[in-house]
């Protein structure tokens, strides 16, 4: 039922959710929630994804959480893990100076996402409403 991935022990993710939102100036926002248990810590794990750029290139955003179990190095590690595991891709981290640790996913993470079923026709739509 579970994998090991590089040291971290992870079960499937049990549950997975994927809505539009509006944001600000109109655009709209997709936001998927994953539920999993990772190394142990069973959380919901937001990834909020945008259209950025000239480009218009589809971009997600996570965030380490600091009142997670193990703080937020732990959280990031398990959230990286579990990124990884679901897309077959290392999501981007960067160390921000007032302490926060993003995780940045493109369009490739996406992609991967969108092979689960439960996410799969919100991805596609969203990605239909905000192409150019």
Known sequence: MGATLRGRRWTEAVAGLARVEEGGGGRTHLKITITAEVDGVRRDYTITFSRRGARNEAVGFAVARAD????????AERLSALIRALTGK???VYRMKDGRIVMECGREHLDGLARYAELAEA?????????R
């Open 90 to 92: 290392r999501p981007r």
């Open 68 to 75: 997670a179990p193990g703080g937020r190095e732990a959280d």
């Open 123 to 131: 991805i596609g739509r969203w990605l239909e409403e905000t192409g």
